[in-house]
């Protein structure tokens, strides 16, 4: 292919007309553009939430071990024969 | 100045570039949006150092290169995902057809050809060719869009039209195998 051919070929681009964009498109825009925006949670918040959640996971590992230490405690009383409570000093 | 001003004003040649880029209508109506949206969200950085219509151009140019970048990468998931389903004869990705309404009807096979062709160059080539000889921007206009220097754009300029040269001499041999 020689220069000039690529020139022609170029020159023939002129003949492309410009376009006139759909009508609707504006409204999208708008759309948009004024589409209210998310509410932002700043970093702050985002930290205490996250201690939160971290400090309720601790809480809830807690009260679990808790609940197994004592099923463990009174299963071991049981199999002993062991009263549950010391009643030595209670007035009967 | 508002945004429903820029619009009407820029409408045109923003959505008529972004076919010169895609040559789809669903894809130019998408970035046309896109334009005007980043255009709105960055009107206060806009300093008048520039003219408007260079900065728009600016936008669409990059809005253009990205919706592509992002288009060839979905294209190419899509061939990997083709590949894993051996039994379904429908493919997930249909080629579209070219679609350019500034383009008369009796010479659309010819530019569909050429367009082709500019779509095989670099990103940087494809933009230079879309700015200088379909949106007839001045080679300043051009360097000042593509941030280039005047002797960039022209060696640029020179590339691309070896480079296009090379493509279409390759098609123009390849169809005349086939016949």
């Known amino acids: 292919m020689e220069q000039q051919d690529i020139d022609t070929i ?27 925006p998310l509410p ?3 970093n702050t918040m985002r930290i205490y939430g996250l201690t939160a959640i971290l400090l309720l996971i601790c809480l ?27 009643n030595l000093y209670e007035n009967e | 100045m508002k945004i429903e001003e820029i619009y009407n ?3 045109h040649q923003v959505y008529t570039l972004s076919l010169h880029y895609t040559q789809n209508k669903e894809d ?11 255009v709105y969200q960055s009107l206060d950085s806009f300093r008048a150092e520039s003219k408007l219509s260079t900065w728009i151009y600016k936008i669409a140019v990059h809005k253009c290169l990205d919706f592509l970048k992002h ?22 990705y249909e080629k579209t057809n070219f679609y350019h309404p500034g383009i008369e009807l009796e010479d659309k096979e010819s530019f569909e050809k050429i367009f082709t ?13 879309i700015l200088y000889r379909l949106e007839h921007k001045t080679q300043a206009e051009v360097a000042e869009i593509m941030n280039l220097s005047i002797k960039a754009v022209e060696s640029l300029y020179q590339r691309a039209k070896n480079n296009l040269k090379i493509i279409l001499s390759q098609k123009k041999d390849s169809s005349n195998k086939i016949d």
């Open chain 2, 28 to 38: 130019a109506e998408e970035i046309t949006q896109d334009v005007f949206v980043a």
């Open chain 2, 117 to 129: 062709a500019i779509n095989l160059l670099p990103d940087k080539q494809k933009t230079l060719i």
């Open chain 2, 71 to 92: 288009k060839r990468a979905a294209k190419r998931n899509v061939f990997l995902l083709n590949l894993f389903r051996l039994g379904s004869n429908t493919p997930l």
């Open chain 1, 60 to 86: 809830n590992c807690w009260v679990t071990y808790q609940f197994l230490n004592h099923k463990k405690q009174m299963n071991l009383v049981e199999s002993m024969n062991l009263a549950p409570t010391s």
């Open chain 1, 40 to 42: 932002q949670v700043s």
């Open chain 2, 9 to 11: 004003e820029y409408k």
């Open chain 1, 10 to 36: 170029l020159n023939q681009l002129n003949r492309v007309k410009q376009v006139e964009a759909p009508e609707f498109l504006l409204t999208r825009v708008q759309q948009r553009i004024y589409a209210q």
